[in-house]
């Protein structure tokens, strides 16, 4: 029972207006509280309906009878009430933990988000907010023992007022899902989970993974991350998403055996954290630093297969209805004589269909077919291949149909072993792959006898097309002879002569600086050149694209050096979010 020795605001004697005695005594004291706070007498019987005791009465008898309702297979226990007072721009204010210990608890909250924590003394106060919904003034807090739901109200200028219930439910620290529904479709951050889709509701489940972590290893938290990314996936259910920190995540044994994660259908996986994070929109976009790694011995030099014996093969296995998003993927290797040598780094087998997106494949190596193959459909974003070395598709093999490629970087990807070869490689029944917004540059053939080493190759009855792509290479792209396959090119800027490719298309054809190289470098991004950022022309790439191929993001991205946003006419190639 909650037990208060002041003044009550409500008439609790009133048991059929007030039949809960215990939370109406919790109210009437809250509101004395919330007044001596302010120094005035805000919530009182004659205020606006919304600053009533009585309508938080009602409003904290309706969470209530939600966790008993929907979330919790026991009653939830509510151990007190948490009421606060605000102030400021920032509303910096006290929330005051009304039980047998109570004590205040300072904290900082920004107003027009609501987010941000609070800390308190061995009584509690209130933790991170976890969701709110600014429109309904609703919100879901936690706390190490528990949770806090409950109402904001403005009051005057930037004051505000917080009434809410503390509680467990089942033992459990976070708040129940039953509250997903009250807080609403503007909420801005989940209630019991770290993150909220696009359309407000509530996240999936996360499984987190870090190499570094010193906890008890069952993926719970950052604290306590599994090791390894198979332990999460492994764990993980249809639905739930992995987030990976940044390490070294390598093979443990050359071959097969190497493998470093095998994914699993509905499973996402995102990388690139630094270890704290609780929202995916906050990731620290660490994809350099979080790599897949099949090197066991660390011995690994470009070209040298003698170095690659120790490697691991495919060191991912794609899944149905999945994302990776933000891993280096390197030291992937296989060799001619190797049945499964179909994917150095990485295979999307058939029928999957998944999203490849924020990947760097990089110094990946095969006498045989592939850095990525794509047996079944994928559809890449912000990936780069570069250092890679293959017989047929030094960078990406596709032989599944309906895969596209979308602001991607190719480039001194190199074509090894002569026949039947190309950087990126379409081949057999296909169908169709189109190519937007992406850079091939400076990828080179080590051998090419039969004249098939070019950066884009189209074999059987496949049919690519390419749309604003920037191209400055020593070759164009080819189809194979005596085959169906088709090569489409237009609104494009490229290094070949574009007669009969397809329309929209500007030739680089070194006959002025701003028909020659596009591209200046930035660590592994090329951008394209302007005079406005200190080049001495600018490229005729610029504004060479259409927007007939893109998807509006164009214009919150960038090809440019100083983050310049590409707001007229597209630019040719891979632009940079």
């Not at 009533?52 to 007190?80: H, I, K, M, Q, V």
């Not at 009421?83 to 006290?94: E, I, K, L, M, Q």
């Not at 999957?352 to 077919?369: A, H, I, P, W």
């Not at 470098?521 to 951008?527: A, E, N, S, T, W």
Request: aromatic content about 8%; charged content about 20%.
């Amino acid at each position: 029972m909650l037990l208060f020795n002041v003044a009550l605001a409500l008439d609790c004697a009133d048991t059929t207006t007030y039949p809960d005695t215990d939370l109406c005594e919790a109210v009437s004291t809250g509101t004395d509280d919330v007044n001596s706070l302010y120094g005035s007498t805000v919530v009182h019987d004659g205020a606006k309906a919304r600053l009533r005791p009585s309508t938080w009465y009602d409003r904290l008898s309706e969470l209530r009878d939600l966790a008993n309702a929907n979330g919790c297979t026991t009653t939830p226990t509510f151990d007190g009430l948490n009421v606060a007072a605000f102030g400021a721009s920032t509303w910096t204010g006290t929330w005051r933990h009304l039980d047998s210990t109570s004590g205040s608890h300072a904290g900082t909250i920004d107003r027009n988000t609501i987010e941000g924590s609070f800390s308190g003394d061995d009584s509690g106060g209130i933790g991170e907010v976890y969701g709110h919904a600014r429109a309904n003034r609703r919100v879901i807090a936690d706390r190490e023992d528990g949770f806090v739901v409950g109402h904001w109200q403005r009051v005057a200028g930037s004051n505000g007022v917080f009434f809410g219930l503390e509680a467990t439910c089942d033992g459990a620290a976070t708040a129940p899902e039953a509250f997903n529904d009250w807080l609403g479709n503007d909420l801005l951050l989940c209630v019991s989970l770290p993150d909220v889709d696009e359309d407000g509701t509530c996240g999936p489940r996360v499984w987190y993974v870090d190499d570094d972590a010193a906890g008890v290893a069952d993926g719970t938290s950052w604290d306590d991350a599994y090791p390894t990314l198979q332990a999460a996936v492994d764990a993980a259910a249809s639905g739930d998403v992995v987030w990976v920190a940044e390490g070294r995540y390598a093979s443990t044994a050359a071959g097969e055996a190497g493998r470093v994660m095998t994914m699993a259908a509905g499973v996402d996986v995102y990388g690139g954290f630094r270890g704290n994070e609780t929202l995916l929109r906050s990731r620290a976009g660490r994809f350099a630093k979080t790599i897949i790694d099949g090197d066991v011995l660390g011995d690994d030099v470009y070209g040298d297969i003698s170095t690659r014996t120790d490697n691991g093969l495919r060191l991912v296995f794609g899944a149905d209805d999945t994302v990776l998003d933000g891993f280096t993927l390197r030291g992937g290797y296989s060799e001619e004589t190797d049945d499964l040598g179909y994917g150095s780094a990485m295979k999307v087998g058939g029928p999957m269909e998944m999203t490849l997106r924020n990947l760097r494949f990089v110094d990946n190596l095969t006498d045989r077919y592939a850095t990525l193959e794509v047996f079944g459909a994928a559809h890449l974003e912000d990936v780069l291949f570069l250092d890679n070395q293959a017989r047929q598709g030094a960078a990406v093999r596709f032989v599944g149909a309906g895969s596209t490629m979308r602001d991607c970087v190719v480039t001194s990807n190199d074509v090894i072993g002569g026949t039947r070869a190309g950087v990126v490689y379409a081949t057999s029944s296909v169908g169709s792959v189109e190519v937007v917004d992406t850079t091939f540059y400076a990828n080179t053939t080590e051998d090419d006898t039969a004249g098939n080493g070019n950066p884009v190759f189209a074999n059987g009855t496949a049919s690519v097309s390419l749309r604003n792509v920037a191209w400055y290479e020593d070759l164009p792209p080819r189809v194979a002879d005596g085959t169906s396959a088709t090569i489409t090119v237009d609104d494009s800027c490229v290094s070949f002569d574009p007669s009969g490719w397809g329309s929209g298309n500007t030739w680089l054809d070194d006959s002025t600086s701003e028909l020659s190289d596009p591209f200046v470098g930035v660590g592994d991004d090329l951008f394209l050149r302007h005079t406005a950022t200190g080049d001495a022309f600018t490229s005729a790439c610029v504004d060479a694209g259409s927007t007939a191929w893109t998807d509006g993001t164009w214009m919150e991205r960038t090809t440019r050096t100083d983050g310049v946003l590409d707001t007229g006419a597209v630019d040719a190639g891979a632009h940079y979010p």
